[in-house]
């Protein structure tokens, strides 16, 4: 049966307990469940890596604790789904790979990527990376960015209305 579920497309997410990645997760739970697809929660860990002067790197194994953090926001996410739509079946992925990789490796072509963005600015993303710019690049199948909350908001000379509501085209902009 497990075999049969893998070709079924999924909404697969990134969570990281930001508000940013909350978003995210917000559209992709409405979005799993107009699809009536799995969503797919996924939290990389990430753990540091060293690089020494002779151009070798060295990761370092995740520590209990942050195994025990990225379990909680698992769990979080996963309750934050079941409040919102129970309907939407959920599944969960905890690995040791930074975001861009780890996120890219869990979809499929037919699979739908949904991302948070910080807003970091193109300088800053530039020097620490993006992961939605990564994420994006590099994807197997679509990815959706969804931005912060301040940037879902047309700009009130712009609309001239006062509705707080996101405006899709903002979205699909993004």
Known sequence: MAAHQERFPRVVVGVDGSD????ALQWATAEAARRGAVLRLVHALG???????????A???????MEEQATAVLAEAREYVVGLRPDVGTESVMTSEDAPRALIHQCRPHDLLVVGTRGLGPVTAMLVGSVSTHVAAR??????????EGACRPPPASTGSSSASPSPSRFAAS
Do not use: I
């Open 139 to 148: 994807a197997p199948c679509p990815v959706v960015v969804v931005p912060h």
């Open 47 to 57: 753990p540091p890596s060293l690089v020494s002067t002779e151009r070798t790197s």
């Open 59 to 65: 990761r370092f194994r995740p520590t209990d604790e």
């Open 20 to 23: 940013h990645a909350g978003a």
